[in-house]
Protein backbone atom coordinates (compact mmCIF):
# COMPACT_ATOMS: atom_id res chain seq x y z
CA UNK A 1 0.00 0.00 0.00
CA UNK A 2 1.65 3.97 -1.16
CA UNK A 3 1.64 6.40 1.10
CA UNK A 4 -0.82 8.65 -0.11
CA UNK A 5 -3.45 5.40 -0.17
CA UNK A 6 -2.74 4.58 3.08
CA UNK A 7 -3.18 8.62 4.37
CA UNK A 8 -6.44 9.20 2.26
CA UNK A 9 -7.34 5.56 3.83
CA UNK A 10 -7.30 7.15 7.06
CA UNK A 11 -8.49 10.41 6.38
CA UNK A 12 -11.64 8.70 4.91
CA UNK A 13 -12.17 6.44 8.38
CA UNK A 14 -11.40 9.32 10.48
CA UNK A 15 -14.14 11.64 8.39
CA UNK A 16 -16.28 8.61 8.67
CA UNK A 17 -16.39 8.48 12.47
CA UNK A 18 -16.45 11.88 13.38
CA UNK A 19 -19.45 11.88 10.91
CA UNK A 20 -20.96 8.96 13.12
CA UNK A 21 -20.88 11.06 16.26
CA UNK A 22 -22.21 14.17 15.28
CA UNK A 23 -24.90 11.97 13.84
CA UNK A 24 -25.28 10.56 17.74
CA UNK A 25 -24.83 14.27 19.49
CA UNK A 26 -27.16 15.93 16.71
CA UNK A 27 -30.41 12.49 17.75
CA UNK A 28 -29.44 12.91 21.51
CA UNK A 29 -30.17 16.83 21.43
CA UNK A 30 -32.79 16.67 18.92
CA UNK A 31 -34.05 13.70 21.36
CA UNK A 32 -33.66 15.92 24.44
CA UNK A 33 -35.60 18.63 22.68
CA UNK A 34 -38.11 16.59 21.85
CA UNK A 35 -38.42 15.63 25.63
CA UNK A 36 -38.77 19.26 26.51
CA UNK A 37 -41.42 19.97 24.34
CA UNK A 38 -43.11 17.30 25.61
CA UNK A 39 -42.38 17.94 29.44
CA UNK A 40 -43.20 21.67 28.45
CA UNK A 41 -46.84 20.66 26.87
CA UNK A 42 -48.03 18.43 29.36
CA UNK A 43 -47.27 20.96 32.14
CA UNK A 44 -48.90 23.21 30.39
CA UNK A 45 -52.19 21.33 30.03
CA UNK A 46 -51.75 20.26 33.66
CA UNK A 47 -51.75 23.91 34.91
CA UNK A 48 -54.90 24.92 32.15
CA UNK A 49 -57.10 22.32 33.73
CA UNK A 50 -56.31 23.34 37.24
CA UNK A 51 -57.16 27.05 36.31
CA UNK A 52 -60.33 25.76 34.53
CA UNK A 53 -60.92 23.54 37.36
CA UNK A 54 -60.47 26.01 40.20
CA UNK A 55 -62.86 28.17 38.47
CA UNK A 56 -65.90 26.31 37.65
CA UNK A 57 -65.35 24.66 41.30
CA UNK A 58 -65.55 28.17 42.41
CA UNK A 59 -68.70 29.25 40.12
CA UNK A 60 -70.41 25.64 41.25
CA UNK A 61 -69.95 26.58 45.19
CA UNK A 62 -71.30 30.11 44.80
CA UNK A 63 -74.28 28.77 42.24
CA UNK A 64 -76.05 26.35 44.55
CA UNK A 65 -75.54 28.67 47.20
CA UNK A 66 -77.40 31.30 44.74
CA UNK A 67 -79.99 28.36 43.81
CA UNK A 68 -80.99 27.80 47.12
CA UNK A 69 -82.02 31.49 47.84
CA UNK A 70 -84.18 32.07 44.96
CA UNK A 71 -85.86 28.26 45.75
CA UNK A 72 -86.81 30.08 49.14
CA UNK A 73 -89.77 31.30 46.94
CA UNK A 74 -88.93 35.32 48.05
CA UNK A 75 -91.26 38.31 46.14
CA UNK A 76 -89.37 39.23 43.20
CA UNK A 77 -88.63 42.70 42.95
CA UNK A 78 -89.37 43.31 39.51
CA UNK A 79 -91.13 41.21 37.05
CA UNK A 80 -90.41 40.76 32.79
CA UNK A 81 -92.55 38.86 30.59
CA UNK A 82 -91.21 37.93 26.78
CA UNK A 83 -93.90 35.87 24.31
CA UNK A 84 -93.31 33.76 21.46
CA UNK A 85 -95.88 32.82 19.10
CA UNK A 86 -95.73 30.39 15.95
CA UNK A 87 -98.39 29.10 13.71
CA UNK A 88 -98.11 26.85 10.57
CA UNK A 89 -100.09 24.86 8.80
CA UNK A 90 -99.63 22.00 6.23
CA UNK A 91 -101.77 22.11 2.64
CA UNK A 92 -100.52 18.54 1.77
CA UNK A 93 -101.85 17.00 5.51
CA UNK A 94 -104.55 19.77 6.51
CA UNK A 95 -103.28 20.32 9.63
CA UNK A 96 -102.35 23.33 11.89
CA UNK A 97 -99.69 23.66 13.98
CA UNK A 98 -99.08 26.44 17.03
CA UNK A 99 -96.09 26.90 19.08
CA UNK A 100 -96.49 29.14 22.16
CA UNK A 101 -93.38 30.00 24.37
CA UNK A 102 -93.35 32.58 26.87
CA UNK A 103 -89.72 34.03 29.22
CA UNK A 104 -90.41 34.78 33.12
CA UNK A 105 -87.73 37.21 34.35
CA UNK A 106 -87.46 37.48 37.52
CA UNK A 107 -85.26 40.19 39.63
CA UNK A 108 -83.58 39.66 43.31
CA UNK A 109 -82.00 41.92 45.46
CA UNK A 110 -80.38 39.39 48.01
CA UNK A 111 -77.81 39.78 50.76
CA UNK A 112 -74.01 40.54 49.15
CA UNK A 113 -72.83 38.21 52.64
CA UNK A 114 -73.30 35.10 49.85
CA UNK A 115 -70.00 36.79 48.03
CA UNK A 116 -68.10 38.84 50.92
CA UNK A 117 -67.17 41.64 49.12
CA UNK A 118 -68.01 44.66 51.53
CA UNK A 119 -71.38 45.73 49.30
CA UNK A 120 -74.77 45.88 51.05
CA UNK A 121 -76.95 44.19 48.03
CA UNK A 122 -76.05 42.14 44.68
CA UNK A 123 -78.93 42.09 41.88
CA UNK A 124 -79.67 38.00 40.71
CA UNK A 125 -82.26 37.39 37.87
CA UNK A 126 -84.52 34.43 37.94
CA UNK A 127 -85.30 32.95 34.52
CA UNK A 128 -88.48 30.88 34.25
CA UNK A 129 -89.97 29.35 30.95
CA UNK A 130 -92.80 27.85 29.33
CA UNK A 131 -93.71 26.67 26.14
CA UNK A 132 -96.95 24.88 24.70
CA UNK A 133 -97.00 22.62 21.13
CA UNK A 134 -100.73 21.81 19.57
CA UNK A 135 -101.49 20.45 16.09
CA UNK A 136 -105.18 20.33 14.75
CA UNK A 137 -106.51 18.42 11.71
CA UNK A 138 -108.46 20.58 9.18
CA UNK A 139 -108.74 23.55 10.99
CA UNK A 140 -108.11 27.18 10.02
CA UNK A 141 -106.92 28.94 12.54
CA UNK A 142 -108.95 31.90 12.20
CA UNK A 143 -111.73 29.30 12.85
CA UNK A 144 -110.22 27.13 15.31
CA UNK A 145 -113.10 26.27 18.45
CA UNK A 146 -110.98 26.70 21.40
CA UNK A 147 -112.94 23.30 23.11
CA UNK A 148 -111.97 21.21 20.17
CA UNK A 149 -109.13 18.92 21.79
CA UNK A 150 -105.45 18.86 19.55
CA UNK A 151 -104.63 15.38 18.25
CA UNK A 152 -101.18 16.56 19.94
CA UNK A 153 -100.62 18.87 23.07
CA UNK A 154 -96.94 19.50 24.87
CA UNK A 155 -96.51 21.37 27.54
CA UNK A 156 -92.81 22.31 29.48
CA UNK A 157 -92.63 24.56 32.00
CA UNK A 158 -89.57 25.00 34.74
CA UNK A 159 -86.68 27.32 34.76
CA UNK A 160 -83.41 27.58 32.43
CA UNK A 161 -80.93 26.96 34.04
CA UNK A 162 -78.16 27.34 31.36
CA UNK A 163 -79.55 30.83 30.87
CA UNK A 164 -79.41 31.29 34.73
CA UNK A 165 -75.87 29.86 34.98
CA UNK A 166 -74.81 32.19 31.97
CA UNK A 167 -76.27 35.17 33.09
CA UNK A 168 -75.18 34.08 37.03
CA UNK A 169 -71.64 33.45 35.37
CA UNK A 170 -71.02 36.86 33.97
CA UNK A 171 -72.24 38.82 37.06
CA UNK A 172 -70.30 36.94 39.29
CA UNK A 173 -67.17 37.04 37.53
CA UNK A 174 -68.21 41.29 37.63
CA UNK A 175 -68.08 41.19 41.31
CA UNK A 176 -65.92 38.22 42.30
CA UNK A 177 -62.50 39.93 40.66
CA UNK A 178 -62.64 42.34 43.86
CA UNK A 179 -62.29 39.29 46.07
CA UNK A 180 -58.69 39.10 47.04
CA UNK A 181 -57.34 35.53 45.64
CA UNK A 182 -56.66 33.83 49.07
CA UNK A 183 -60.34 33.89 49.58
CA UNK A 184 -61.50 32.32 46.56
CA UNK A 185 -58.85 29.63 46.32
CA UNK A 186 -56.92 27.63 49.41
CA UNK A 187 -53.45 26.51 49.03
CA UNK A 188 -54.18 23.10 49.63
CA UNK A 189 -56.70 22.95 46.37
CA UNK A 190 -53.93 24.11 44.34
CA UNK A 191 -51.16 21.95 45.50
CA UNK A 192 -53.89 18.65 45.40
CA UNK A 193 -55.03 19.61 42.04
CA UNK A 194 -51.53 19.85 40.69
CA UNK A 195 -49.87 16.99 42.05
CA UNK A 196 -52.94 14.99 40.84
CA UNK A 197 -52.89 16.30 37.16
CA UNK A 198 -49.21 16.14 36.75
CA UNK A 199 -49.10 12.69 37.65
CA UNK A 200 -51.65 11.51 35.28
CA UNK A 201 -49.67 12.96 32.57
CA UNK A 202 -46.51 11.28 33.78
CA UNK A 203 -44.56 14.06 35.77
CA UNK A 204 -43.46 12.74 38.92
CA UNK A 205 -41.87 15.27 40.73
CA UNK A 206 -41.06 17.88 43.08
CA UNK A 207 -42.61 21.18 42.12
CA UNK A 208 -42.88 24.89 43.30
CA UNK A 209 -46.27 26.98 42.73
CA UNK A 210 -47.60 30.33 43.48
CA UNK A 211 -50.56 32.82 42.01
CA UNK A 212 -49.36 35.96 41.04
CA UNK A 213 -51.76 39.23 40.49
CA UNK A 214 -50.58 42.16 38.08
CA UNK A 215 -47.27 40.50 38.48
CA UNK A 216 -46.91 40.80 42.27
CA UNK A 217 -46.75 37.83 44.26
CA UNK A 218 -50.12 36.69 46.33
CA UNK A 219 -50.53 35.10 49.78
CA UNK A 220 -50.61 31.70 47.28
CA UNK A 221 -47.53 30.07 47.22
CA UNK A 222 -45.69 27.12 48.10
CA UNK A 223 -42.62 27.33 50.80
CA UNK A 224 -39.73 27.34 48.63
CA UNK A 225 -41.29 29.30 45.24
CA UNK A 226 -38.94 31.14 43.34
CA UNK A 227 -39.72 33.42 40.58
CA UNK A 228 -37.97 32.88 37.09
CA UNK A 229 -38.59 34.15 34.01
CA UNK A 230 -36.48 31.22 32.02
CA UNK A 231 -37.65 28.26 33.79
CA UNK A 232 -41.57 28.99 34.88
CA UNK A 233 -44.75 27.99 33.46
CA UNK A 234 -47.99 30.21 33.74
CA UNK A 235 -51.31 30.16 32.86
CA UNK A 236 -53.87 33.20 33.49
CA UNK A 237 -56.32 32.43 35.69
CA UNK A 238 -59.91 34.01 37.36
CA UNK A 239 -61.32 35.44 34.43
CA UNK A 240 -63.57 38.77 34.88
CA UNK A 241 -66.91 39.12 32.87
CA UNK A 242 -64.75 40.85 29.85
CA UNK A 243 -62.76 37.68 29.39
CA UNK A 244 -59.82 39.57 30.71
CA UNK A 245 -57.28 37.92 33.70
CA UNK A 246 -54.84 39.30 36.23
CA UNK A 247 -54.20 36.32 37.68
CA UNK A 248 -51.71 33.78 36.83
CA UNK A 249 -51.03 30.67 38.61
CA UNK A 250 -46.92 29.47 37.89
CA UNK A 251 -45.03 26.59 38.28
CA UNK A 252 -41.38 25.17 38.37
CA UNK A 253 -39.50 22.47 38.74
CA UNK A 254 -36.41 22.09 40.50
CA UNK A 255 -35.17 19.06 38.65
CA UNK A 256 -36.70 19.27 35.73
CA UNK A 257 -33.70 18.60 33.81
CA UNK A 258 -32.70 15.48 35.49
CA UNK A 259 -36.19 14.25 34.77
CA UNK A 260 -36.41 14.99 31.23
CA UNK A 261 -32.67 13.56 30.80
CA UNK A 262 -34.09 10.57 32.86
CA UNK A 263 -36.69 9.75 30.39
CA UNK A 264 -33.99 9.24 27.60
CA UNK A 265 -31.33 8.01 29.73
CA UNK A 266 -30.90 4.40 28.10
CA UNK A 267 -31.04 5.85 24.54
CA UNK A 268 -27.79 7.95 25.88
CA UNK A 269 -26.26 5.20 26.94
CA UNK A 270 -27.12 2.68 24.17
CA UNK A 271 -25.89 5.26 22.05
CA UNK A 272 -22.89 6.40 24.20
CA UNK A 273 -21.85 2.61 24.22
CA UNK A 274 -22.30 1.72 20.76
CA UNK A 275 -20.22 5.39 19.63
CA UNK A 276 -17.62 3.50 22.19
CA UNK A 277 -17.55 0.27 20.30
CA UNK A 278 -16.69 2.16 16.83
CA UNK A 279 -14.37 4.21 18.59
CA UNK A 280 -12.84 0.90 19.89
CA UNK A 281 -12.89 -0.83 16.83
CA UNK A 282 -11.58 2.20 14.37
CA UNK A 283 -8.86 2.82 16.77
CA UNK A 284 -8.23 -0.85 16.62
CA UNK A 285 -8.57 -1.23 12.75
CA UNK A 286 -5.94 2.38 12.29
CA UNK A 287 -3.40 0.56 14.86
CA UNK A 288 -3.31 -2.90 12.72
CA UNK A 289 -3.32 -0.55 9.90
CA UNK A 290 -0.34 1.47 11.21
CA UNK A 291 1.32 -1.45 11.92
CA UNK A 292 0.67 -4.03 8.76
CA UNK A 293 2.28 -0.75 6.97
CA UNK A 294 5.11 -1.23 9.74
CA UNK A 295 5.53 -4.99 8.95
CA UNK A 296 5.07 -4.26 5.20
CA UNK A 297 7.76 -1.95 5.29
CA UNK A 298 10.18 -4.07 7.47
CA UNK A 299 9.56 -7.28 5.16
CA UNK A 300 10.38 -4.76 1.88
CA UNK A 301 13.67 -3.71 4.02
CA UNK A 302 14.31 -7.46 4.75
CA UNK A 303 13.77 -8.94 1.42
CA UNK A 304 16.13 -6.06 -0.04
CA UNK A 305 18.76 -7.02 2.50
CA UNK A 306 18.11 -11.11 1.92
CA UNK A 307 18.26 -10.24 -2.00
CA UNK A 308 21.56 -8.06 -1.39
CA UNK A 309 23.07 -10.25 0.88
CA UNK A 310 21.94 -13.74 -1.44
CA UNK A 311 23.49 -11.42 -4.58
CA UNK A 312 26.87 -11.48 -3.36
CA UNK A 313 27.44 -14.90 -2.59
CA UNK A 314 25.63 -16.39 -6.26
CA UNK A 315 27.53 -13.99 -7.94
CA UNK A 316 30.61 -15.38 -6.34
CA UNK A 317 29.63 -18.88 -7.11
CA UNK A 318 28.83 -18.17 -11.01
CA UNK A 319 32.64 -16.27 -10.92
CA UNK A 320 34.09 -19.31 -9.36
CA UNK A 321 32.80 -21.86 -11.94
CA UNK A 322 33.03 -19.76 -15.04
CA UNK A 323 36.89 -19.69 -13.63
CA UNK A 324 37.13 -23.59 -13.38
CA UNK A 325 35.49 -23.87 -16.79
CA UNK A 326 38.23 -22.48 -18.28
CA UNK A 327 40.90 -24.96 -19.34
CA UNK A 328 43.46 -23.13 -18.39
CA UNK A 329 42.16 -23.14 -14.62
CA UNK A 330 40.75 -26.77 -14.43
CA UNK A 331 44.15 -28.43 -15.36
CA UNK A 332 45.70 -26.35 -11.74
CA UNK A 333 44.48 -28.17 -9.04
CA UNK A 334 45.68 -25.19 -6.36
CA UNK A 335 43.67 -23.26 -8.27
CA UNK A 336 40.69 -25.50 -8.73
CA UNK A 337 40.72 -26.45 -4.97
CA UNK A 338 40.83 -22.35 -4.05
CA UNK A 339 37.33 -21.76 -5.93
CA UNK A 340 36.04 -24.91 -4.59
CA UNK A 341 36.74 -23.68 -0.99
CA UNK A 342 34.72 -20.72 -2.41
CA UNK A 343 32.11 -21.82 -3.64
CA UNK A 344 31.42 -24.20 0.02
CA UNK A 345 31.82 -21.29 1.92
CA UNK A 346 29.24 -18.79 -0.03
CA UNK A 347 26.99 -21.98 0.11
CA UNK A 348 27.56 -21.71 4.06
CA UNK A 349 26.70 -18.35 4.10
CA UNK A 350 23.47 -19.07 2.30
CA UNK A 351 22.74 -22.15 4.24
CA UNK A 352 23.42 -20.00 7.50
CA UNK A 353 21.34 -17.30 6.67
CA UNK A 354 17.84 -19.99 5.31
CA UNK A 355 18.35 -21.88 9.02
CA UNK A 356 18.51 -18.76 10.98
CA UNK A 357 15.29 -17.54 9.55
CA UNK A 358 13.61 -21.40 9.39
CA UNK A 359 14.59 -21.50 13.35
CA UNK A 360 12.94 -18.45 14.10
CA UNK A 361 9.73 -20.02 12.45
CA UNK A 362 10.42 -22.60 14.77
CA UNK A 363 10.29 -20.55 17.48
CA UNK A 364 6.88 -18.42 16.59
CA UNK A 365 5.32 -22.17 16.00
CA UNK A 366 6.93 -23.69 19.57
CA UNK A 367 8.29 -26.28 17.47
CA UNK A 368 11.86 -25.71 19.07
CA UNK A 369 12.74 -28.51 21.15
CA UNK A 370 15.34 -26.75 23.55
CA UNK A 371 17.10 -29.50 26.30
CA UNK A 372 18.96 -27.67 29.10
CA UNK A 373 21.34 -29.08 30.95
CA UNK A 374 23.75 -27.59 34.06
CA UNK A 375 26.68 -25.05 31.71
CA UNK A 376 29.07 -22.84 32.89
CA UNK A 377 27.99 -19.45 31.22
CA UNK A 378 31.81 -18.18 31.34
CA UNK A 379 32.74 -21.54 29.00
CA UNK A 380 30.03 -20.34 26.60
CA UNK A 381 31.30 -17.05 26.46
CA UNK A 382 35.03 -18.19 25.67
CA UNK A 383 33.45 -21.13 22.84
CA UNK A 384 31.42 -18.15 21.28
CA UNK A 385 34.53 -16.25 21.01
CA UNK A 386 36.65 -18.44 19.15
CA UNK A 387 34.26 -17.84 16.57
CA UNK A 388 34.61 -14.33 15.95
CA UNK A 389 37.79 -13.61 16.72
CA UNK A 390 39.69 -14.35 13.49
CA UNK A 391 37.16 -11.81 12.12
CA UNK A 392 37.95 -8.56 14.87
CA UNK A 393 41.88 -9.46 14.48
CA UNK A 394 41.09 -8.97 10.61
CA UNK A 395 39.82 -6.19 10.95
CA UNK A 396 42.50 -5.11 13.51
CA UNK A 397 39.76 -4.94 17.09
CA UNK A 398 39.83 -6.88 19.99
CA UNK A 399 37.16 -8.34 22.44
CA UNK A 400 38.23 -8.02 26.12
CA UNK A 401 37.07 -9.70 28.64
CA UNK A 402 36.16 -9.03 32.64
CA UNK A 403 34.91 -12.31 33.74
CA UNK A 404 33.83 -11.16 37.45
CA UNK A 405 31.51 -13.37 38.28
CA UNK A 406 32.08 -16.34 41.02
CA UNK A 407 29.08 -18.19 40.20
CA UNK A 408 28.71 -18.71 36.58
CA UNK A 409 26.88 -22.06 36.81
CA UNK A 410 23.01 -21.81 34.54
CA UNK A 411 20.64 -24.05 33.21
CA UNK A 412 20.95 -24.04 29.44
CA UNK A 413 21.47 -25.16 25.53
CA UNK A 414 24.62 -24.64 24.87
CA UNK A 415 25.11 -24.62 21.66
CA UNK A 416 21.53 -22.01 21.17
CA UNK A 417 22.93 -19.93 24.16
CA UNK A 418 26.29 -20.17 22.66
CA UNK A 419 24.40 -18.73 19.28
CA UNK A 420 22.78 -15.85 21.20
CA UNK A 421 26.61 -14.77 22.44
CA UNK A 422 27.87 -14.98 18.92
CA UNK A 423 24.71 -13.28 17.38
CA UNK A 424 25.25 -10.44 19.84
CA UNK A 425 28.81 -10.67 18.83
CA UNK A 426 28.35 -10.43 15.33
CA UNK A 427 26.29 -7.25 15.62
CA UNK A 428 28.55 -5.66 17.46
CA UNK A 429 31.14 -6.19 14.45
CA UNK A 430 28.95 -5.43 11.62
CA UNK A 431 28.29 -2.23 13.67
CA UNK A 432 31.68 -1.09 14.34
CA UNK A 433 32.65 1.04 11.02
CA UNK A 434 36.07 1.37 12.28
CA UNK A 435 37.88 -1.44 14.33
CA UNK A 436 36.12 -3.33 16.23
CA UNK A 437 36.58 -2.76 20.15
CA UNK A 438 34.63 -5.14 22.28
CA UNK A 439 34.23 -5.77 26.05
CA UNK A 440 32.90 -8.84 27.44
CA UNK A 441 32.12 -8.85 31.43
CA UNK A 442 29.92 -10.56 34.21
CA UNK A 443 28.94 -10.18 37.78
CA UNK A 444 26.57 -11.82 40.08
CA UNK A 445 23.68 -9.71 41.53
CA UNK A 446 21.73 -11.45 44.00
CA UNK A 447 20.52 -14.68 42.47
CA UNK A 448 21.47 -13.82 39.12
CA UNK A 449 24.56 -13.80 36.61
CA UNK A 450 24.55 -10.48 34.40
CA UNK A 451 26.13 -10.55 31.59
CA UNK A 452 27.16 -7.80 29.48
CA UNK A 453 28.40 -6.81 25.78
CA UNK A 454 30.02 -3.55 24.98
CA UNK A 455 30.80 -2.22 21.36
CA UNK A 456 32.18 1.28 20.64
CA UNK A 457 30.62 1.25 16.72
CA UNK A 458 27.80 3.25 15.42
CA UNK A 459 25.49 2.89 18.07
CA UNK A 460 21.00 3.22 17.22
CA UNK A 461 18.53 5.82 17.64
CA UNK A 462 16.29 5.34 21.02
CA UNK A 463 13.52 4.73 18.57
CA UNK A 464 15.24 1.87 17.20
CA UNK A 465 16.96 0.64 20.39
CA UNK A 466 13.29 0.07 21.84
CA UNK A 467 12.45 -2.19 18.51
CA UNK A 468 16.07 -3.73 18.37
CA UNK A 469 14.36 -7.50 19.44
CA UNK A 470 11.38 -7.12 16.96
CA UNK A 471 12.07 -9.78 14.39
CA UNK A 472 12.98 -8.48 10.75
CA UNK A 473 13.14 -4.91 12.59
CA UNK A 474 16.25 -3.10 10.78
CA UNK A 475 16.77 0.93 11.33
CA UNK A 476 15.76 1.81 8.03
CA UNK A 477 18.12 3.32 5.59
CA UNK A 478 16.38 3.07 2.50
CA UNK A 479 18.30 1.37 -0.40
CA UNK A 480 21.67 1.36 1.41
CA UNK A 481 22.76 -1.82 2.82
CA UNK A 482 26.19 -1.08 4.24
CA UNK A 483 25.06 -3.22 6.91
CA UNK A 484 24.72 -6.70 5.85
CA UNK A 485 21.60 -8.04 7.89
CA UNK A 486 18.12 -9.30 7.94
CA UNK A 487 16.41 -8.14 11.30
CA UNK A 488 16.49 -12.28 12.83
CA UNK A 489 19.35 -12.20 14.73
CA UNK A 490 18.40 -10.27 17.85
CA UNK A 491 14.79 -11.38 17.59
CA UNK A 492 16.46 -14.79 17.63
CA UNK A 493 18.16 -13.58 20.89
CA UNK A 494 15.28 -12.53 22.91
CA UNK A 495 13.34 -15.87 22.66
CA UNK A 496 16.23 -18.03 23.64
CA UNK A 497 17.28 -16.13 26.19
CA UNK A 498 13.11 -15.94 27.25
CA UNK A 499 13.34 -19.42 27.16
CA UNK A 500 15.97 -19.59 29.36
CA UNK A 501 14.08 -17.63 32.29
CA UNK A 502 16.18 -14.87 31.47
CA UNK A 503 16.35 -10.80 30.22
CA UNK A 504 17.61 -8.92 27.70
CA UNK A 505 18.21 -5.53 26.99
CA UNK A 506 20.16 -3.15 24.83
CA UNK A 507 21.33 0.48 26.01
CA UNK A 508 22.37 2.68 22.99
CA UNK A 509 23.50 6.07 21.51
CA UNK A 510 24.08 7.21 17.97
CA UNK A 511 28.00 7.46 17.45
CA UNK A 512 29.03 6.32 21.01
CA UNK A 513 28.40 1.93 20.66
CA UNK A 514 25.71 -0.44 22.31
CA UNK A 515 25.54 -2.11 25.61
CA UNK A 516 23.51 -5.42 25.42
CA UNK A 517 22.67 -7.08 28.96
CA UNK A 518 21.51 -10.65 29.52
CA UNK A 519 20.73 -11.33 33.18
CA UNK A 520 20.19 -15.30 33.84
CA UNK A 521 19.16 -17.40 37.09
CA UNK A 522 22.33 -19.09 38.35
CA UNK A 523 21.62 -22.13 39.88
CA UNK A 524 23.77 -24.23 42.75
Known amino acids: MSKRIFILLVLLMSLSLIGIIFVQAYYIKDAVNNEKERFTFNVKKSLTYVSNQIEKDELATYF ?12 ADSVSVSQLFIYQQNKDTKQTLIYKSGVLEENYKLSSSLFDIGLDSINIKNIIASSNTEIYNNVEFSEKD ?9 INNGSLNEAQKLSFERDFKAISKRTPVHKRVSQEEVDFLLSKKLKENDIDIDFEFAIYGNDLATKIHSDDFEYSKASTFSVPMFYDENNVSNYKLLVNFPEDSKFILSSIL ?47 PIATINLALDAIKNPKVIDNKEKVIRYLNMIKDENKRMHAQVENVLRISKLDKNELNISKDRVKLHDLILDAITHVELIVEDKQGYIKTYLNAGKSSVLANETHFTNVIVNILDNAIKYSPDAPKIEVSTENVGTNII ?6 GSGMSKTAAKRAFE ?6 TGNIHNVKGHGLGLAYVKRIVEDHQGYVSVESEKEKGSTFTIKLPIIT
Do not use: C
Open 64 to 75: QKYQSLVNEKKE
Open 146 to 154: LDQAPILNI
Open 451 to 456: LKIKDH
Open 471 to 476: KFYREH
Open 266 to 312: GMILLSVIFTSIIIIAYSSALFQLIKQRKISQIKTDFINNMTHEFKT
